[in-house]
């Protein structure tokens, strides 16, 4: 049952995105532009993190509007929106309607929302099935200067009543298509980010083995050159030896052949004369040859030392080789070690993969088993008090409205619970202008701004590392609460400001520490840890709406980007809620 119910949505999900393309194409073919003529292509434009541009994109490559080739782009803030003919905004990303239109005023803009209300922009349409109905607001059309074709005008709903129904019907299928969406995508961004972590790791691994094999090669062949000198040195050692032994040798002939001629001269001192001459002059030469025994004796000398240190250098290097190859076999064991670990942790992603694939269960159960019963419940309440409402008495009416009440409130805790188990799930950090997330939020908050007259001041912002939509909706619980819980007929006053710290015990890094400052009721001393637990109030619901989770999404956000968050307070005169996010961008 469940796998069928799964392929019937996916289909009904892929057939919807397929309708909805066509209808915006229609709608650009059907409406006249003035200068179109002077384009040279025709461009869409798609409001924020929205798959429709995908889509688009795909049917652009098929299809042309006034015969001009299509280009779709995404702007992610208001701000950005220009040089487009047709802008695209789904509700379901809280874009204010009325900052829209005066964004694109007099711009040539054709406005085609979804699921806002009746009237509210120039071409509305609404899911019903598989299909969509669109209503269209003439007035502000044609006051931008578009001609509409009456085939647009025909099917259009002219109701507002029909149009409520519409909206009704099909605004609870279209959020829980939305979050099975999201959650599938989160899902496998946080597996691709554990496989590209453990490539990563794999690959360091790999170039440190590679390094440490280097070095130890470099020095083998440093050592075998140093035994190839040694030989050499000691092959000329011995040659020296052999001149000398020969140079030796040659002194005792000529010593023997002096002895030689002095007997000869006992025998005739004629001869003596002569030899006298001879003598004098091999007596030089035995001279120079003493000279040359005594320099050779010094050199040999110096060689023996030398010899000496090299012998002692060999045996250095020989230790060093050792406790290199020693610290080698301690690499090598830790590497054996490490080849272990990675397996444990091989086996634990798997089991965490395991863990995963309950959640995924355990969210499909609360996204759709645990509403079933709250929306059958709901319907027969509903049907209950239609055909059975004049027999009932007025007990039973209120009992039955406390039932429907108690329904809505278990499913918005429902929803609740399910948008904070996904927060902090397999997201990218990148750079993110505090001041611009501020700017586009006030933007988005004007009406609840204006209509409670709220006062608030921003000081100068950093850029931060983290995430952009998390920081925004940080920022949006913490500014909406300090509009909201305030006492009668006090005009709310909220200051915004930051500043760079230095790290503490706490913190790793330095950080920046942000502080928003109201003029609120205050909480209590003993409720200070209680308010950052989930689905914790301190007041009821006719008091003060909502449903408790709000400060447990900040408290989130903000420790699965490195930080803190705490809180000062007094009753009656108002909270600064401080929280940090460190510099360094390895959360």
């Known amino acids: 049952m469940f796998c069928y119910n799964s392929q019937a949505q996916e ?19 059907q409406v006249s532009w003035p200068n179109l003529d002077e384009e040279s292509s025709f461009k869409i434009g798609v409001l ?22 299509v280009q779709v782009v995404r702007f992610n803030s208001i701000r950005q929106i220009k040089d487009v003919q047709l802008l695209y905004v789904n509700n379901k990303y809280n874009y204010t309607i009325g900052y829209i239109l005066n964004k694109i005023s007099k711009k040539n803009v054709l406005l085609v929302t979804e ?13 019903v099935g598989n299909s969509f109905e669109y209503e269209i607001s003439l007035d502000r059309i044609q006051g931008e200067g578009f001609a509409v074709a009456p085939s647009l005008k025909r099917y259009a709903i002219s109701s507002s009543q029909k149009w409520k129904r519409l909206y009704k019907k099909t605004e609870k299928s279209l959020n829980e ?24 790791k794999i690959t360091n691994q790999e170039k440190e083995i590679g390094t440490k094999d280097q070095e130890i090669t470099e020095r083998k062949n440093k050592i075998i050159n140093l035994y190839t000198e040694s030989q050499i040195q000691q092959k ?34 004629q001869e003596i004369q002569k030899q006298q001459d001879f003598l004098k002059e091999q007596s030089k030469q035995i001279k120079q040859q003493d000279e040359i025994l005594t320099r050779q004796n010094v050199r040999l000398s110096t ?40 397996q444990a942790i091989y086996e634990q992603s798997l089991a965490l993969e395991a863990k995963n694939k309950e959640l995924e269960q355990f969210a499909y159960i609360a996204s759709h088993d645990l509403q079933e019963p709250l929306n059958t419940i709901s319907s027969f309440i509903g049907l209950i008090v239609e055909d059975y409402g004049d027999r009932i008495d007025s007990v039973g009416k209120e009992s039955l409205n406390f039932i429907q009440d108690a329904s809505l409130r278990m499913k918005n805790l429902i929803d609740a619970l399910l948008e904070y188990s996904r927060l902090g799930r397999g997201k990218e950090y ?26 608030i001041t921003i000081g100068k912002l950093p850029t931060v590392t983290g995430s952009e939509i998390e920081l925004r909706l940080l920022f949006q619980n913490l500014i909406s609460n300090a509009i909201k819980f305030r006492a009668d007929g006090v005009v ?28 609120g009721i205050g909480i209590p001393e003993e409720h200070k840890e209680r308010i950052f637990a989930i689905f914790q109030r301190l007041h009821s619901r006719e008091q003060y709406q909502g449903t408790g989770i709000g400060l447990a999404h900040c408290k989130k956000i903000v420790e699965s980007h490195g930080g803190e968050i705490w809180l000062t307070s007094k009753v009656g005169e108002g909270s600064t809620f401080y929280f940090t996010i460190p510099l360094s961008s390895s959360q």
């Open 492 to 519: 709310p006053e909220i200051k915004i400001s930051c500043s760079k710290k230095n790290k503490s015990k706490n913190q790793q890094n330095d950080f920046w520490q942000f502080a928003i400052k109201d003029n």
């Open 303 to 342: 060689q023996k030392k030398i010899n000496s240190l090299l012998i002692a250098l060999i045996s250095l290097i020989l230790l060093g080789s050792f406790f290199i190859y020693k610290g080698y076999l301690a690499k090598k064991k830790f590497n054996i070690e490490l080849e272990k670990k990675n």
């Open 48 to 69: 924020g993190p929205d798959h429709t541009v995908i889509d688009l994109q795909a049917m652009a490559q098929k299809r042309k509007i006034h015969n001009k080739p």
């Open 430 to 455: 990148a750079k993110v202008n505090t001041n611009n997330v501020l700017a586009d939020l006030k933007a988005d908050l004007k009406s609840v701004i204006d209509k409670e007259g709220a006062k």
């Open 115 to 127: 699921d806002y209300n009746y009237n509210a922009s120039m071409i509305n349409m609404v899911a």
């Open 11 to 29: 289909t009904n999900e892929e057939v919807k995105r397929l309708q909805r393309g066509i209808f915006i194409f229609n709608f650009a073919q």
């Open 236 to 269: 000329k050692y011995k040659e020296k030896e052999q001149i000398e032994l020969e140079l030796e040798k040659s002194i005792k002939e000529q010593i023997t052949f002096i002895k030689n001629q002095e007997a000869k001269i006992e025998k005739s001192n």
């Open 177 to 200: 298509v939305q979050e099975k969406t999201e959650e599938q995508e989160n899902i496998i961004k946080n597996k691709e980010e554990v496989i590209e972590y453990q490539n990563r």
